[in-house]
């Protein structure tokens, strides 16, 4: 079963989050980025360029809200803080572009953003530990 977190450090401050379930979000995009994953199936392809989409939008400005929740007069949070910015900015950047046509093409595209996802849990699981120096390696997060 998986877990979805309702973002403590957030609702602290008074803003309501909406709760974000990595796992499922990190087993979408691992549909397409494993080793064995090899090529979706034609049909499939759009749905997961559209689910892949969906947990973006939903996660993206999750991830810049709590980063302007973090503390300015931290130095520890400046590092990581700033690199979910920059994360976010080009997600939305990647999320701009259309699917091309072409089998190929868009598997590419799904991949691109698979690997937006990835980068944007990462990033969500260590804006919202306690601090930067006591979450887990990007990519080998325990369920939130």
């Known amino acids: 079963m998986t877990q ?5 450090t957030a609702a602290a401050e008074g803003d309501r989050l909406p709760p974000i379930d990595v796992p499922a979000m990190r087993a979408s ?14 049909d499939e392809v ?8 969906g ?3 939903l ?14 007069d931290d130095r520890g949070w400046t590092v ?18 259309e699917t ?3 089998r190929e093409s868009a598997v590419r595209h799904a991949r691109r953003l698979a690997r937006r996802l990835n980068a944007m849990c990462d990033h969500f699981q260590t804006l919202v530990s306690d601090h ?5 390696q990007p990519g080998e997060h325990p369920e939130v």
Request: include cysteine; charged fraction near 25%; charge should be negative.
């Open 59 to 72: 996660i993206t400005p999750v991830v810049e809200r709590v980063a302007a929740l973090k503390p300015d």
């Open 55 to 57: 947990h973006l939008e």
């Open 132 to 136: 930067p120096e006591t979450s887990d």
């Open 29 to 42: 995009a691992r549909r397409l980025l494993s080793g064995d994953a090899g090529d979706p199936a034609p």
């Open 46 to 53: 759009p749905v997961m360029i559209s689910t892949l989409r």
């Open 4 to 8: 979805a977190t309702d973002h403590p």
């Open 100 to 102: 091309p046509s072409g």
């Open 80 to 97: 990581p803080v700033n690199c979910a910015i920059i994360a976010a900015a080009d997600t939305r950047r990647t999320m701009r572009v």
